[in-house]
């Protein structure tokens, strides 16, 4: 089945500590996207990228780094420079170029800082 | 500079009503789209609904409408016969044209469906 695939579900960090994680689709999208989600605050743009080798911040890039080497492919590197990484992180991917391309959105990850 | 509200935080209804979950935005492009998410508990995103700000028509998919006023720059969600499935934190979001593909979203509003 056509999808995206999170990894890991759950994770745990010690200050200090660099973590990734992953985001796998299979849909054939170009545009993927990492968002940041904590309680009262909704759903914050961490980083976007639209093609391969290519990637944008968002609103929320510091701390964060990402890579996109393949189309399928786009992990998330949380750093120890991010001094509140404990969040539920959910990775999307779209069409790229329609204002009407819907986000298909993983299960997310969930990271907690010990 | 983009932005979404959603100014309800809770909302309760009882099931079989009707609901309207409130979204307003601001944009200077011409050209955009605005979506509503569905999440319940297991955290998974459910896109439910789509409309462009051109479309002359309000949008609709079975039970849910987007009630869609250009000039109030709002486009709010409209649940009819709630059920108690519809429990879940519902996210309006938006596209621009000029933005570069981002989708940005709003706080989010909880939905109860009380039996």
């Known amino acids: 089945d056509g999808g995206i695939t999170q990894s890991p579900k759950y994770l745990f960090r010690k200050e200090g500590q660099n973590v990734t994680l992953s985001c796998e689709q299979n849909?054939?999208?170009?545009?993927m996207y990492w968002y940041r989600q904590d309680p009262e605050q909704g759903l914050r743009l961490i980083y976007y990228s639209q093609i391969v080798n290519d990637f944008q911040k968002g609103d929320i890039a510091e701390g964060y780094s990402v890579s996109r080497e393949k189309k399928e492919s786009f992990p998330l590197t949380v750093t120890s420079a991010q001094k509140n990484p404990t969040a539920f992180y959910l990775c999307?991917?779209?069409?790229?170029?329609?204002?009407?391309?819907?986000?298909?959105f993983g299960e997310g990850s969930r990271l907690t800082v010990l | 500079a983009q932005k979404i509200t959603q100014t309800q935080p809770g909302m309760f209804v009882q099931e079989k009503e009707a609901v309207t979950l409130d979204c307003t935005y601001d944009t200077s492009d011409q050209s955009y789209g605005l979506f509503w998410y569905k999440q319940p508990s297991s955290g998974e995103m459910i896109f439910l609904i789509y409309q462009g700000s051109y479309d002359e028509q309000n949008a609709t998919e079975g039970r849910y409408s987007l009630n869609f006023q250009k000039a109030r720059k709002s486009a709010n969600l409209v649940i009819s016969a709630s059920q108690l499935g519809d429990s879940a934190m519902y996210f309006c979001?938006?596209?621009?044209?000029?933005?570069?593909?981002?989708?940005?979203f709003g706080q989010g509003t909880e939905l109860s469906v009380k039996p």
């Open positions: 979001a938006m596209r621009g044209n000029n933005q570069g593909g981002k989708l940005i």
């Open positions: 999307a991917s779209s069409i790229e170029g329609e204002i009407s391309g819907e986000l298909f």
């Open positions: 849909l054939n999208h170009d545009a």
